[in-house]
């Protein structure tokens, strides 16, 4: 089965220091069509972080993707929203390898329960008639774990 990212390219920071950046925002298994539904439900969700005050949001289908252009009050930003396949990723997990089922025992033997874990006993702690302690942890209170 064939995996799909669904990548975000995004305009960030300001000025001379505007750059873009890419992230993976989803991996989907199965139809690249399936892909593309799933990141247009995306992109048409995508609130992006400039401009600050947008003043028109426009939403284009091209090629493997969505572009969104917000324009704003100086200056316009874009975002790319694009399918790929995954070829390769150096932190996926490996295959799970396949087993057969081990034969179950006639009679298993008797679960063992680990000890309950011994707790201190109970301070008493003197306390106002609301059932707030008269004196705050902060005080020294030795009730407290």
Known sequence: ????????????????????????????EGEREAALAELEQR??????????????RRLFRAGEGFLLVV???????ATRFSVAELLDDTDRPPPA?????EPVAAEAPPATTPP?????????????EDGVPVKP???GRTDLP
């Not at 324009?71 to 930003?77: E, I, L, T, V």
């Not at 390898?97 to 089922?101: A, C, G, K, S, V």
């Not at 201190?120 to 702690?125: A, I, N, R």
């Open 137 to 139: 942890s902060w005080l």
């Open 43 to 56: 992109a048409r969700a995508y609130t992006p972080e400039h401009p600050r005050s947008p003043r028109r």
């Open 97 to 101: 390898e396949r087993r057969e089922p």
């Open 71 to 77: 324009d704003g009050s100086w200056q316009s930003h």
């Open 116 to 128: 309950a874990p011994r707790l201190p006993p109970p301070v008493e702690v003197a306390r106002d």
């Open 1 to 28: 089965m064939t995996t799909w990212g669904l990548i975000l390219e995004t305009t960030v920071g300001s000025g001379e220091r505007k750059h873009t950046e890419a992230y993976v925002m989803a991996h989907v």
